[in-house]
């Protein structure tokens, strides 16, 4: 936002994510920036991912199969591949006949999304996001910005609360009103089984009937459709139900967990907070003095809704050192996003276009469970960075 200008070289600066596997595992996501010159690249750079872990390596290695991988570039890490040439060296995942073979069936091609058409796709996302907040639906107050090496610090330097005002009409809006009903239908706390009643699970039925509706979810199927990713979207809808709500274990064998709860509602393990990564629950948190605002060291070039901050925070006892969020977005966008990352790059970084100013979002696949035919559920997804 104006005003909010970091480590400043020329007239450019670039942030990166760099992001400890940990968001999955327990340990907070840590972002750093660092200066860039005035002939840096005008998209995102690649950045090295830190393990903190073992354990992450085989978490998040590629599984042996095709799903999702068709004509991927070769990796020698990979126990079998799914390139053009993994019949000529006889080294192709056993599925990659199925899976990526010519038959133009729409459930199985799975032709690669390039760049270009992630930037084209998010753009319109973007510009049909008509359910976002105006400029004078949000009052935010940012207040003190501070260097990435006192993230671990855990001092609340802002006194006042982030949100000074929010216009609480968006929030009758179908689709805010859908998704708010379903953030308290979770266990924050890992290791303990989710158990949803007929009516929670009716809601998340609601919420996507809702966010199927708009324009923003219109757009995003009819350009996966176009991929031959879904042939119907009813299957679209299908599979954003398994892929965000389907559950699966974080802790002690309890089936505790699922992307969404992870993305947008929050949880707490090992006494820290991961994910928690929307800002409509950070606000209505806060209203409830729940959160407790320190410190932000990132706030985005957007002078519209959706921005984007980086910031650390308090949730009724436990720390968050570094959160990414969208500000002002409305549900459908979000979820749009973060869907099309997963379903185009998972497990990668994926570049997109809003306003024109580059951004990524990093997801992860959920690999020690599937459903379907092998298909993964997401484990989490959120900004890892930004150029201005």
């Known amino acids: 936002s104006p005003g909010e200008i970091l480590f400043v070289t020329g007239n450019a600066f670039h942030f990166q994510f760099l992001s400890y596997f940990g968001d999955i595992l327990g340990h907070d996501l840590r972002l750093y920036f660092s200066a860039a010159a005035e002939e840096a690249p005008a998209q995102p750079e690649s950045f090295p991912e830190v393990e903190e872990e073992p354990l992450a390596h085989s978490l998040y290695s590629a599984p042996s199969s095709c799903q999702g991988r068709c004509r991927e570039a070769f990796d020698k890490h990979h126990v079998c591949h799914c390139n053009d040439r993994c019949q000529e060296f006889g080294n192709c995942c056993e599925d990659f006949e199925s899976l990526c073979g010519d038959h133009g069936g729409f459930s199985h091609s799975r032709d690669t999304i390039t760049k270009e058409e992630l930037h084209g796709i998010s753009e319109k996302i973007y510009k049909v996001d008509t359910n976002k907040a105006q400029k004078e639906d949000i009052v935010l107050n940012p207040q003190n910005c501070i260097p990435p090496s006192e993230t671990r610090d855990q001092v609340d330097r802002c006194p006042e609360l982030l949100f000074t005002y929010v216009n609480e009409k968006l929030f009758s809006k179908p689709t805010y009103a859908a998704f708010i009903k379903l953030l308290n239908n979770y266990q924050r706390a890992t290791g303990h089984s989710e158990h949803f009643s007929t009516q929670q699970l009716a809601e998340q039925d609601d919420f996507l009937r809702e966010i199927m509706k708009t324009a923003v979810m219109k757009e995003l199927y009819g350009f996966l459709h176009h991929q031959n990713r879904y042939s119907s979207e009813q299957e679209f809808t299908d599979d954003l139900k398994n892929m965000w ?21 929050g949880e707490v393990k090992k006494g820290k907070v991961t994910g928690f990564h929307n ?94 035919n092998g298909k993964k559920y997401i484990a989490t997804a959120y900004i890892v960075s930004s150029t201005q």
């Not at 002690?252 to 969404?260: A, H, I, L, M, Y």
């Not at 749009?336 to 951004?359: D, E, M, Q, W």
């Open 279 to 372: 800002w409509i629950r950070f606000y209505l948190q806060e209203k409830e003095g729940l959160v407790d605002y320190y410190s932000h060291i990132y706030d985005g070039p957007w002078d519209s809704y959706p921005d984007v901050l980086a910031m650390q925070f308090n949730w009724d006892g436990y720390y968050k050192e570094v959160g990414s969020a969208f500000i002002g977005s409305s549900p459908e966008f979000e979820f749009a996003l973060y869907s099309l990352c997963f379903i185009a790059r998972p497990g990668k970084t994926c570049h997109l276009s809003l306003g024109g100013y580059p951004l990524s979002i990093q997801t992860y696949t959920w690999d020690k469970t599937t459903y379907g």
């Open 245 to 265: 709500f389907g559950l699966y274990s974080r802790g002690n064998g309890e089936v505790d967990s699922s992307g969404f709860e992870h993305v947008f509602s």
